[in-house]
């Protein structure tokens, strides 16, 4: 009695056991779902807002008093003041909000001189210049001083004159100025002036500053173009002032190089604008290397200069892209301060904003009753001020902070400026101002895929053939020695790995990268020979050695063969390359050779992926029933076939996981490849080059990027990328994983 309640209470106790065990098991699988799926709406939360639309809010019309039509438009950075330039000389600052004038005067003109053209520079440059009938031309500068007195901001306008408050000459012929370009750069400012004679002058203005005393000196060189072909419409300076744009009735276009002695018409263009519409709008983007040409079919087109496939080493202009809209002929173009977006009106009402990185309009919005034909962005690009024909100023809110992602610019080959080509590239950040983001992940991916491949070519082989002759033929006291030796590698840390490839393996490889590539073509023939000669030894020699110890015998063969292969290496390559293999690679075939190439990763990493692969592989493999492989044998099949047709086959759902399992490894892995690879975004599958993988990305520039921000929101964009690819990869790993399980159940 008192036996059968005692194993009463260990039958309930066992089941209690049992229940904790399904429970707290079933507990642990759901929490990871949960996990995993939080995590992936965790980054898609954040990677959203990369899509969203930009958004244009109206806000309060500004009633700003002040003489003559305006010619320009500007906003500070907090767009709390703005500024309106009148055709007639006029300079009216005014507060944003109300309208209410806070400065206004009026440039200082010669008796008996009238303003005659007027012309902005590049937006960041806050410089705008007025042409006169005399052949002058008048400099300023909008500037602003800040203070805080008793905690509130105050922002009081000022103007600056960078060339004198006097003006200066821009015709020596003393000819109105009817066409005007001001372009200001770090070392100085170029002005075009242009009359009514068709002739052009381009005058330098180079402003060298003393360190010691600050003083300025500025010095003047000009050039002259006599002969303009065609009547002049419009001009531009853009490019570092090297370049003139000169656009003509039709459509046509003129590009002239400024960087010689004289100028030099590069290009004649007679139709730059779909069936020869007029050009209504022309404006320079940040940077003033791409011009925007807007027409009067509501078309805009981006052309910059490409270096001539004729080869002759000059450049010519090419339209790289064309943002076909709805709107009506284009009145004015906007440019950012430093992206490369900008915004557009037409003679219908409407505006646009754009990205020409990314290739897409962002907006179209009707914003007046009538043409718009004045507007201007602000710093920030948070907002805009816009006039209409009727005469109304108004204040717009932007909403548009991340315009330079869309799926062409992360997926396609994107035209960036100064590229030779469309390229798929990655470049997130730049020490200029009016840098061109590269947000391409193409880069990244394949970096990701290569180094994978490459590690997946050393790991795998090694791995299940190992894995093969531990489980099936290896002495069990051998087994015991080798197994845990292996699986014990898998606790050595990435980090050391990466530092020892990076910082010891490199170097060697790069030393002796004849005699490395040697080692790999000849140890598969050596150890294949090693095993005949093996053969052909006599029985009792053969005999003595204990069944499944055979695989030590190899150790020597190997080092032999390395030592023989370090050996000849230097020998051959100073008989065949020179006594080089890097430079020869280099000069004589092109192939660039980076320290931390593919074969450098190709060794670590499958170092670091071997022991996963082989561990769940061996173990499958041990695993075959024993009566399957006694039952092959005693029907008469060697080992060599039952190990191909039973053990192989019952072994391979084992087998294709620890493949699988060690890819998602492979991809996943940032310390190596972080530090052994040069993190070089090439797309090159050259065994003698670096890459960049997304998980090495990812870790190098987080820290860099400022929350929030489009790179920020982009980095996690590739954090998403690599969660889907080792989710699809793992999910397909285990749908055929589980066919193959069913189809060999039943041997």
């Known amino acids: 009695m008192a036996r059968s309640r005692l194993d009463s209470t260990r039958d309930r106790w066992r089941s209690a056991k049992d229940h904790l ?24 939360w954040v990677v959203l807002p990369l899509f969203d639309s930009a958004e244009l809010a109206a806000g309060e019309t500004v009633p700003v008093a002040a003489p003559g039509e305006p010619a320009h438009l500007a906003l500070e950075e907090y767009t709390e003041v703005g500024v309106r330039f009148s055709e007639s000389g006029h300079i009216t600052f ?117 360190f010691m005393t600050g003083e300025k000196e500025t010095t003047r060189s000009g050039q002259t173009i006599d002969e303009v072909r065609g009547l002049i419409r419009d001009v531009r300076v853009g490019g570092d002032r090297d370049r003139l744009y000169v656009t003509h009735p039709g459509g046509a276009l003129s590009f002239y190089e400024l960087d010689g002695e004289e100028a030099r018409l590069a290009q004649y263009l007679p139709e730059v604008t779909p069936g020869g519409a007029d050009i209504t709008a022309l404006e320079l983007l940040s940077g003033g290397n791409s011009l925007l040409i807007g027409d009067g079919n509501g078309g ?23 943002f076909e809209t709805d709107m009506d002929a284009i009145l004015a173009i906007a440019p950012e301060y430093a992206r490369k977006g900008f915004m557009a009106s037409d003679a219908g009402g409407r505006i646009g904003i754009f990205h020409a990185t990314a290739h897409q309009q962002l907006l179209q919005q009707q914003v007046a009753g009538s043409p718009v034909n004045r507007i201007t962005i602000a710093p920030r690009a948070d907002a805009a001020l816009t006039r209409s024909a009727e005469g109304t100023l108004r204040y717009w809110h932007i909403d548009n902070p991340h315009p330079e992602v869309s799926l062409s ?79 014990i590698m898998e606790a050595l840390p990435t980090v050391i790995i990466g530092f020892l490839a990076g910082l010891w393996l490199a170097p060697i490889i790069e030393r002796h990268l004849t005699s490395t590539l040697l080692l790999f073509l000849a140890l598969p023939p050596v150890v294949v020979l090693a095993a005949l000669g093996w053969q052909g030894l006599p029985r009792a020699l053969r005999e003595a050695v204990p069944d499944g110890w055979e695989a030590a ?22 008989a065949l390359f020179k006594g080089d293999l890097p430079l020869w690679l280099t000069y004589e075939l092109g192939v660039d050779y980076d ?5 450098v990763i190709g060794l670590a990493m499958g170092f670091a992926v071997i022991p996963t692969i082989f561990s769940i592989a061996e173990d499958a493999i041990f695993g075959v029933p024993r009566h399957l ?52 975004p090439v797309m090159d599958m050259s065994l003698f080059t670096g890459m960049r993988t997304l998980a090495a990305n990812i870790a190098v520039e987080m820290p860099e990027s400022a929350v929030g921000s489009t790179h920020y929101r982009v980095l996690f964009l590739a954090a998403l990328v690599l969660f889907a690819f080792t989710f699809l990869v793992n999910t397909l790993a285990e749908v055929v994983r589980q066919r193959l399980r069913k189809k060999y159940s039943t041997l």
């Not at 065990?21 to 898609?44: E, H, M, T």
């Open 553 to 574: 015998l190899l150790f020597p063969v190997v080092i032999v063969a390395g030592w023989l292969a370090f050996q000849i290496g230097p020998v051959l390559e100073l």
């Open 629 to 680: 492989t006694n039952g092959s044998l005693a029907m008469g099949a060697t080992p060599w076939q039952t190990l191909v047709r039973v053990v192989l086959l019952t072994a391979s759902p084992g087998i294709f996981s620890a493949v699988m399992i060690g890819l998602g490894r492979a991809v996943g892995e940032t310390m190596i490849v972080l530090m052994a690879t040069g993190n070089t």
């Open 300 to 322: 805009i087109g981006q052309w910059f200069a490409v270096r001539d496939e004729d080869g002759d080493g000059h450049r010519k202009l090419r339209e790289i892209r064309r």
């Open 595 to 599: 320290q931390r190439n593919s074969i």
């Open 94 to 210: 005014f507060r944003t909000v109300d309208g209410r004038t806070v400065r206004q005067e009026r440039i200082d003109l010669p008796e008996g001189v009238e303003v005659t053209s007027f012309s902005a520079a590049s937006p960041d440059s806050r410089m705008v210049a007025w042409g006169l009938s005399n052949g002058e031309v008048v400099v300023v500068r909008h500037a602003y001083d800040i203070d805080y007195p008793d905690g509130q901001r105050r922002i009081t306008p000022k103007l600056e004159y960078p060339l004198g408050e006097e003006p200066i000459t821009a015709r020596e012929d003393g000819g109105a100025i009817q066409h005007l370009s001001l372009q200001s750069g770090e070392s100085g400012h170029t002005i075009a002036a242009g009359g009514a004679d068709g002739q052009l002058e381009v005058s330098r203005f180079e402003v060298d500053t003393n």
């Open 409 to 487: 610019a992360l997926w396609g080959k994107v035209w960036y400026e100064g590229y030779e080509e469309p390229r798929f590239l990655w470049q997130s950040t730049s020490a200029s101002d009016d840098f061109e983001p590269k947000l391409s992940l193409v880069p990244i991916s394949f970096g990701t895929l290569k180094a994978a491949f490459y590690a997946m070519i050393v790991a795998v082989p090694l791995a299940i053939m190992g894995a093969i002759f531990t489980a099936q033929f290896m002495n069990r006291r051998m087994r015991s020695m080798v197994k845990p030796t292996i699986e």
């Open 21 to 44: 065990a399904r429970y707290g098991v079933a507990a642990g699988g759901i929490s990871v779902i949960i996990a995993l799926v939080l995590i992936f709406f965790y980054l898609l």
